[in-house]
T-cell receptor
């Protein structure tokens, strides 16, 4: 089955700096890669996703890149703000009946 | 309107008791899930139902029994609760198919077993 590894487990950045979180997956059939943000005490919520036919996707200060050959995908947050502090999860899924397999999460702390 | 709602939000109970958590989604999705999030924040899938049929059943003790009376509801019953069952349980839903969509999570049910 799918196995998703996520690094780092914790990330401290100064406000205004960039944050990068990396994930690798094992199942070459995976073709959907969402990223979820979970604030303290809240539910995980989708912030950006990418499909295997695309190499990069941007949405304002966040971007995701995908390297299908290397089975890597990454989340980039630019100009970080204190409200970006949260746990971020990457996930991989094969279309149809495949399950969403989550990475272990990255605790991001943005210090003013 | 809450898209995925689960009750109760908090549950404190004694070891050995039986408890249930209910989940409902009003998004018209065909697939629902139960995830367990432990103290280390890891999101582990437990079960998935598609149109009331069980499609994913991870290695979960058989004290956990999901039930889906219709595709908008997925309940979780836990027998003989143990200390290690303490966690936040998230219900989620999505529409599977050719273009798998977003996974929508409920607010979570925090279970504390004493």
């Amino acid at each position: 089955g799918e196995n998703v590894e996520q690094h780092p487990s914790t990330l401290s950045v100064q406000e205004g700096d960039s944050a990068v979180i990396k994930c690798t997956y094992s199942d070459s059939a995976s073709n959907y890669f969402p990223w979820y943000k979970q604030e303290l005490g809240k539910r995980p919520q989708l912030i950006i996703d990418i499909r295997s036919n695309v190499g990069e996707k941007k949405d304002q200060r966040i971007a995701v890149t995908l390297n299908k050959t290397a089975k890597h995908f990454s989340l980039h947050i630019t100009e970080t703000q204190p409200e970006d502090s949260a746990v971020y999860f990457c996930a991989a899924k094969e279309d149809s009946w495949g399950k969403f397999q989550f990475g272990a999460g990255t605790q991001v702390v943005v210090t003013p | 309107d809450t898209a995925v709602s689960q009750t109760p939000k908090y549950l404190v109970t004694q070891m050995g008791n039986d408890k249930s958590i209910k989940c409902e989604q009003n998004l018209g999705h065909d697939t629902m899930y139960w995830y367990k999030q432990d103290s280390k924040k890891f999101l582990k899938i437990m079960f998935s139902y598609n149109n009331k049929e069980l499609i994913i059943n991870e290695t979960v003790p058989n004290r956990f029994s999901p039930k889906s009376p219709d595709k908008a509801h997925l309940n979780l019953h836990i027998n003989s609760l143990e200390l290690g069952d303490s966690a936040v349980y998230f219900c989620a839903s999505s529409q599977v198919g050719l273009n798998t969509g977003e996974l929508f999570f409920g607010e979570g049910s925090r279970l504390t077993v004493l």
